[in-house]
């Protein structure tokens, strides 16, 4: 793989919460030592850039990401880089390294105002006081035993709401809202919560609805976000209000798939950088049988499994597709076929497979040895424990990316 011969360049960002969130930061960090040029901004601005003959072919001679997905945590991620903010205003939001010198040596361009927990957990009060007077009035759910309980009694939708996430990110980070305003490409997934389809907000210029995806493109970028990030049961789904007036509740855009590189792959990507934190854990004698450590643990580690066998079986299908398509070329080549035959049989190939020869993919995640990351809160926003996970996916990327730089 040549990364410098590529034409359009992807990022990936999967979710997980803060922690994947500043797990991210890490790999761009990394993809950044490497030589990778993050572009982003408003529309004006990017042309303005590419109008300067210096920066023009800085960016010509230097990979340069111009496409952004994210799910969940990563759509926020994305959301910050492809607004044109730099790598380092997203270590001053988590306040990464707070107190050390290096932190207040960064340009003042580069801070964004600190994001706290009350902009991440925002109480889901107004839901929560129409629920409480009717669970104490209702006292037939005591008679049919433990589901009913918990059916009739607990339809609170979500302890918290993610307006606070929208609203920071309009207010402090978001100079334009609106995904076609973008100098650069911006998508983020979601999940829609009363069927089983899935949402692709982008630069689409009309909405577009499939079987198990629908593509919209008139919503701002920060409701998108907040729609992406609602990770039940914390978060309530978010209502998305379409142009036609019917309203949308969606949540988290992990829960249909956790590495959605295909939307990338759709946009005309031909090299594809995917970035995923839930790494299961890999048993050592140091830290011994996670039986031991509790039910939380044990439920983290039951989900990580999920995922990243999901994402295994995704990278595994891709794979599978390039043996076939090379395995056939080889093949019409030993049988010698015409060139005019060889290219029909393996443009059918293609069309069946929906596979695309000239794309790549790398994938960077933790190592499954790396108890640290696993064991790390999700939700923590301590500075030295976000220093880590930064420093772990940091590590992560440039281990990854040695083998291609």
């Avoid at 979500?158 to 980070?173: H, M």
């Amino acid at each position: 793989m040549n990364i410098h011969k590529k034409k359009k360049i992807a990022l990936v960002l999967s979710g997980g919460g803060i922690k994947a969130a500043a797990y991210h930061i890490g790999v761009c960090l990394a993809l950044k030592e490497k030589g990778f040029i993050f572009a982003g901004g408003p529309k004006e601005l990017v042309r303005q850039k590419f109008a300067d003959t210096s920066e023009l072919k800085k960016q010509a001679s230097k990979p340069t990401i111009r496409l952004y997905v994210g799910s969940s945590a990563g759509a926020f991620v994305a959301s910050v880089l492809a607004s044109g903010r730099s790598i380092e205003s997203l270590i001053t939001a988590f306040q990464v390294g707070f107190g050390s010198p290096a932190f207040y040596d960064l340009p003042k361009d580069d801070h964004l105002k600190a994001i706290g927990y009350r902009h991440i957990f925002n109480l889901n009060s107004k839901r929560m006081l129409s629920w409480l007077p009717e669970t104490l009035i209702q006292k037939s759910i005591l008679s049919g035993g433990l589901e009913v309980l918990l059916k009739r009694g607990f339809k609170l939708n979500g302890l918290f709401n993610t307006n606070g996430v929208e609203r920071y990110l309009r207010k402090y980070v978001l100079d334009e809202n609106e995904f076609t305003r973008l100098g650069v490409e911006l998508y983020i997934v979601s999940t829609q919560l009363n069927q089983s389809k899935k949402t692709i907000f982008g630069p689409f210029l009309e909405s577009h609805s499939a079987n198990s995806i629908e593509n919209i493109g008139d919503i701002k970028i920060s409701e998108a976000v907040a729609a992406s990030i609602s990770l039940p049961p914390v978060f309530a789904p978010y209502p998305i209000k379409k142009s036609n007036g019917e309203t949308v509740y969606h949540y988290d855009g992990e829960i249909r798939d956790t590495l959605s590189t295909h939307v990338a792959t759709d946009q005309g990507a031909d090299l594809v950088i995917a970035s995923y934190s839930m790494q299961p854990y890999q048993y050592s004698a140091e830290v011994g049988s996670l039986h031991t450590y509790g039910m939380p643990v044990i439920a983290n580690q039951a989900l990580y499994q999920v995922l990243e066998q999901k994402v295994a079986n995704n990278i595994r299908f891709q794979e599978q597709k390039r043996d076939l398509y090379s395995a056939m070329k080889k093949e019409a080549a030993e049988l010698n076929l015409s060139t005019a035959v060889t290219e029909k049989i393996l443009e059918t190939v293609k069309k069946k497979l929906m596979f695309n020869p000239d794309v790549d993919y790398i994938y960077i995640s933790p190592r499954p040895q790396n108890h640290e990351m696993f064991f790390a809160d999700h939700f923590s926003l301590n500075p030295q424990i976000l220093e880590k996970i930064v420093r772990v996916g940091f590590r992560s990327g440039l281990h990854i990316m040695k083998s291609y730089l």
